[in-house]
């Protein structure tokens, strides 16, 4: 298993679009044995979820939400054109 077959895979599972069988497994544990930088991806991500699991709600302040909606609406329509 290359990196980019790691990542590809772990994206799609992590997206909920594949399933890994018993062997992908082995696959993916023996291709993190030996490979540094996908460790600390894989790492990065283990932090990530669990920063996410034990974290608070954070409140916005009402200025910032507000501009933070207005932001996204305008990129959206840039990118999109405006919603019905």
């Not at 980019?4 to 082995?26: F, P």
């Not at 996908?38 to 608070?56: A, M, P, S, W, Y």
């Not at 916005?60 to 054109?81: D, I, S, Y």
Request: aromatic share 8%; net charge negative.
């Amino acid at each position: 298993m290359t990196c980019e077959e790691l990542l590809k895979a772990l994206n799609e599972y992590v997206d909920g679009a594949l399933d890994l069988s018993e062997a992908e497994c082995q696959r993916f544990a023996e291709h993190l044995a030996g490979c540094n930088p996908c460790q600390i991806v894989v790492d990065n991500i283990r932090g990530t979820i669990e920063l996410f699991r034990n974290g608070k709600p954070f409140p916005l302040p009402a200025e910032f939400k507000t501009r933070l909606n207005q932001t996204l609406r305008q990129r959206w329509a840039e990118k999109f054109g405006r919603s019905a």
